[in-house]
């Protein structure tokens, strides 16, 4: 295996999670309508980050949630079980502009399992997308609204996101397979 390549260490992915939150700001001007959910595991703590940016920007507290997939992958049968984490959301996502926010953008069937599940919950009057990394190689029409860093890779790469609440040395990489 190939030593990995920093895409971001952790003053860029600090900057590019303010520029995103701006970015979310701008498009979306009746904030008291937003509401983050992030994807379990990876979107929890960016989905915070873009939360507590948001919640200074624009002076009040920004509800965030975190929604697991595993019961609504499309590859179900292809695994012995589902990994499932917890779903939580202290809000109602009727009628809210719900930002659904992950690490890493790739084929689109984990934000589509997403989608599934968050309408589970409610109707949404928008569904958004914010993801840290989008590294192409679609298989759905699914296209991110706030992108952080876009990165083509091989289908032989691999895109890793370590941030500080997960423990460790915070920085985005990507590596050989």
Same mark, same amino acid.
């Given at each position: 295996?190939?030593?990995p $390549?920093?895409?971001?260490?952790?003053?860029?992915?600090?900057?590019?999670?303010?520029r #995103?939150?701006?970015?979310?700001?701008?498009?979306?001007?009746?904030?008291?309508?937003?509401?983050?959910?992030?994807?379990?595991?990876?979107?929890?703590?960016?989905? =915070?980050?873009?939360?507590?940016?948001?919640? $200074?920007l624009?002076?009040?507290?920004?509800?965030?949630?975190?929604?697991?997939?595993? #019961?609504?992958?499309?590859?179900l049968? =292809?695994?012995?079980s589902?990994?499932?984490?917890? +779903?939580?959301?202290?809000f109602?996502?009727?009628?809210?502009?719900?930002v659904?926010?992950?690490?890493?953008l790739?084929?689109?069937?984990? $934000?589509?399992?997403? #989608?599934?599940?968050?309408?589970?919950?409610?109707?949404?009057?928008?569904? =958004?997308?914010?993801?840290?990394?989008?590294?192409?190689?679609?298989?759905?029409?699914?296209?991110?609204?706030?992108?952080?860093?876009? $990165?083509? +890779?091989s289908?032989?790469?691999?895109?890793?996101?370590?941030?500080?609440?997960?423990?460790?040395?915070?920085?985005?990489?990507?590596?050989k397979?």
């Open positions: 295996m190939h030593s $390549t920093i895409l971001l260490d952790s003053p860029a992915i600090q900057r590019t999670i303010s #995103m939150a701006h970015e979310i700001a701008e498009r979306n001007t009746a904030s008291v309508k937003v509401v983050i959910v992030g994807v379990q595991r990876g979107g929890v703590h960016l989905a =915070q980050r873009l939360a507590d940016s948001l919640s $200074t624009w002076g009040h507290p920004v509800p965030v949630g975190c929604i697991d997939v595993g #019961m609504h992958r499309d590859d049968h =292809q695994r012995v589902p990994n499932i984490s917890p +779903t939580s959301f202290p109602d996502v009727n009628g809210k502009t719900v659904l926010v992950d690490d890493v790739f084929s689109g069937r984990t $934000t589509r399992a997403a #989608m599934d599940a968050l309408n589970d919950f409610g109707r949404p009057q928008a569904i =958004q997308l914010a993801v840290l990394v989008d590294r192409g190689h679609r298989e759905l029409p699914i296209k991110a609204d706030f992108v952080g860093k876009n $990165t083509p +890779t289908l032989l790469e691999r895109i890793n996101v370590r941030l500080r609440e997960d423990g460790g040395e915070e920085a985005v990489y990507i590596e397979l």
